[in-house]
């Protein structure tokens, strides 16, 4: 098997070159500065000049050679986000297509990436970590019962606002529970350090894959780092199937460890049985939605409200990417 990172061809970048800040897309969205930049797409903040409200415009990268396949995920993107409304995730507003370019358009969340909070902060509060945890899994579950799996939970994919409210974006690789998805024969979609082990096995993802990589998430924001570091990407997924996980830290509350611990079992049967019954096991239930229910808020270095709001450049790294097995 071997890891396929797909490059941006001269072609992408001569139709991504059309975009620049002060471009309208789709004769509404007037875009401003590149947020960020990932293997599928570039994300833009934007105005909508008709509702006159600041949002994110995600534009598809039309690789060559894969831009059929790439155009249905990212379609695919589109219906299963707009099916999910909740205080803990990025809401779509819009889909488009114009010429050579698909785009989604949606909330534009004020706020930083947990990936870019972990590496300026390093391991957070046990409450911290509760409320994020729970806050996450109440939006998979949402997610999950809507019959849509997100496949990729990673910090730089949960958005910290300032007033502590944590909201899950980029469905990008998700598919719908019961379908068969867009992907070639072989080929898993995710990221390693978060990859659930029945992912590696070359099994589906399912709403316990989910769960898995949340659980990798709560055990990197207590300790500060990921939970298996090796040279290789394969190297880290075959450590989810064959390494038990590195102790937490001394000090943990013992519901939260073993709700984290759980979530970590290697067998998908062994973890618990939905994401709510994560977000409860939290002390969140359907009513506590907010980081202040738990109260925590804390100043992540978001801009002001009212100011344009930035993504710092820790967000910007690409490390999604497709296992191939023959």
Not at 77 to 87: G, I, M, Q, T, V
Not at 189 to 204: A, D, F, K, R
Request: hydrophobic share 40%; net charge negative; charged share 20%.
């Amino acid at each position: 098997m071997s890891w396929d990172v797909h490059l941006v061809s001269t072609e992408v970048r001569r139709v991504m070159q059309r975009l620049h800040n002060g471009f309208l897309m789709g004769g509404r969205y007037l875009l401003g500065d590149r947020l960020a930049s990932g293997g599928m797409a570039d994300v833009w903040s934007g105005m909508d000049t008709v509702l006159q409200r600041r949002v994110a415009v995600k534009v598809m990268r039309p690789d060559i050679g894969h831009e059929k396949l790439f155009a249905l995920r990212f379609r695919d993107e589109a219906l299963h986000s707009a099916r999910l409304l909740h205080a803990n995730i990025a809401t779509v507003f819009d889909y488009g297509e114009e010429d050579e370019l698909a785009y989604l358009v949606m909330e534009l969340v004020d706020g930083q990436p947990l990936s870019t909070v972990l590496r300026e902060r390093g391991p957070l509060s046990h409450t911290e970590v509760r409320s994020v945890m729970g806050q996450a899994a109440l939006a998979l579950g949402v997610a999950h019962e809507a019959r849509v799996v997100h496949r990729d939970v990673k910090p730089a994919n949960m958005m910290l606002r300032p007033d502590g409210l944590v909201k899950l974006t980029d469905f990008g690789i998700a598919r719908a529970l019961d379908a068969s998805g867009h992907t070639r024969q072989g080929e898993l979609l995710g990221t390693p350090n978060y990859i659930s082990p029945e992912q590696v096995m070359g099994q589906p993802a399912s709403g316990a894959s989910d769960l898995y990589a949340l659980g990798v998430v709560a055990h990197e924001m207590l300790t500060g780092r990921r939970p298996f570091e090796r040279e290789t990407p394969l190297a880290i997924a075959m450590c989810h199937v064959q390494e038990p996980p590195p102790p937490l830290p001394e000090g943990v509350p013992e519901d939260l460890a073993l709700v984290i611990e759980d979530c970590l079992a290697k067998d998908p049967a062994h973890r618990p049985p939905n994401a709510r019954a994560v977000a409860l096991r939290l002390g969140l239930g359907d009513n506590e939605t907010m980081g202040l229910g738990l109260g925590v808020a804390w100043y992540v270095g978001a801009t002001p409200s009212g100011s344009d709001a930035t993504i710092p450049q820790a967000a910007r790294n690409i490390d999604t990417v497709a296992l191939e097995q023959p």
